[in-house]
């Protein structure tokens, strides 16, 4: 990850996962997820959602398992 030194890292971290949900959300990226007529592409937008699904909720847990406080030692 880029290091900032004026904006913590669990806040640019949580601005970044804001984006991608913000952009997953759409409208028009729902009906072409949802409402695909070619059953192949049908198949391939549900795989695809399914996949960023189970990348986003390891993400939040790496999140929250890692993003406590540093020990030092």
Not at 39 to 51: E, F, G, I, Q, S
């Amino acid at each position: 990850m880029l290091e900032v030194t004026a904006v913590p890292a669990l806040r640019a971290r949580l601005w970044v996962k804001l984006i991608e949900i913000v952009l997953q959300l759409r409208p028009k990226a729902l009906y072409r997820c949802c409402f695909q007529p070619d059953p192949r592409l049908n198949h391939a937008m549900r795989w695809y959602t399914r996949m960023g699904r189970r990348v986003a909720l390891s993400e939040l847990a790496d999140l929250l398992w890692c993003a406590g406080p540093r020990r030092a030692g």
